[in-house]
């Protein structure tokens, strides 16, 4: 039985790990320490076998200094919190010297897919000349602008094209995601589209990796979707 804390506990990403960790998963893991900006304390994390992160990038930075400045065994640590400054995300892989590290702007197997869909196909489309336009739609909640995910895909075809891939962000509603790519051309187009239905994808995606890493044999180590989605699907 996994020892596993949450913190975020009381967001929308949080409150939904939380039920399917006492759900679903209860035969497997169960929920130790629940950490927000109002209850509970880091020190609450120094007996679980792995945190799972979603709150705001400040949490997460003062979260990995704990980390940082903790001794004793540490937690593994997965963290789907988005709009991390590349300070803030250097200082959290860091922390891979020390654990397990897993950080991912989307934790669905969909989009890991598309991004390695993109991946062989981006080049193709290079040399047919059609130019790359992605878009993303997200609830009125979310602060970050473009996603963790638009970047993501965007940084796949750019490695192709060579240059920044125009991206257009919608928030309105409550839509829970939408990223789509469309390559145009002068007589014809081709797109690929992801949409998130329900939340409990991105939070069963971090509890998959989550126990997915307690199982995964060394004690250090730092992941991407990437990474996971190449070793556990396609390895
Ligand atoms: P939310 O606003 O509902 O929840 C965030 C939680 O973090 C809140 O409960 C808040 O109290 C807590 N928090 C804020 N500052 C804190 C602090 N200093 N210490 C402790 N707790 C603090 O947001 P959400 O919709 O649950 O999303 C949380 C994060 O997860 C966002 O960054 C979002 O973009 C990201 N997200 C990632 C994925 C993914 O698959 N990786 C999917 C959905 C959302």
Redesign the pocket.
């Known amino acids: 039985m996994r020892k596993i804390g949450v ?8 409150k939904t790990v939380i039920s399917l960790l006492e759900g679903e998963y209860s035969d497997r893991a169960q929920v130790s320490a629940r ?4 209850h509970g304390s880091l020190e609450e994390f120094s007996t679980v076998d792995a945190v799972i992160d ?6 997460t930075e ?1 979260l990995t200094q704990w980390m940082s400045a903790h001794d004793g065994p540490l937690p593994a640590l997965v963290s ?4 991390l400054s590349p300070e803030q995300h250097a200082g959290l892989m860091a922390l891979a010297e020390s654990t397990k590290v897993f950080h ?5 197997a969909g989009t890991a897919a598309m991004a390695a869909i993109l991946e062989f196909a981006a080049p193709i489309l290079r040399q047919l000349e059609l130019t790359p336009v992605l878009s993303e739609v997200h609830h009125r ?4 602008v473009p ?2 995910t638009a970047k993501t895909l965007c940084d796949v075809i750019d490695a192709a094209y060579g240059s920044a891939t125009e991206t257009h962000s919608v928030r309105a509603g409550e839509v829970i ?1 939408q990223h789509g790519v469309v390559f145009y051309g002068n007589s014809e187009q081709i797109g690929f589209s992801h949409e998130a239905q329900d ?1 409990d994808l ?1 939070a069963r ?2 509890i998959d990796a989550t126990l997915w890493l307690c199982d995964d044999p060394g004690s250090t180590g730092g992941y991407t979707m990437a990474s996971y989605f190449t070793k556990r699907f396609l390895g």
Not at 35 to 38: E, I, L, P, Q, T
Not at 104 to 108: E, K, P, R, T, V
Not at 141 to 144: A, E, I, S
């Open positions: 913190f975020g506990a009381s967001g929308r990403m949080g950490v927000d900006a109002s979603f709150t705001l990038p400040e949490a003062r789907g919190t988005t709009g991912a702007s989307n934790f669905s909640h979310k602060q970050d996603s963790g995601g939340r991105f995606g971090a």
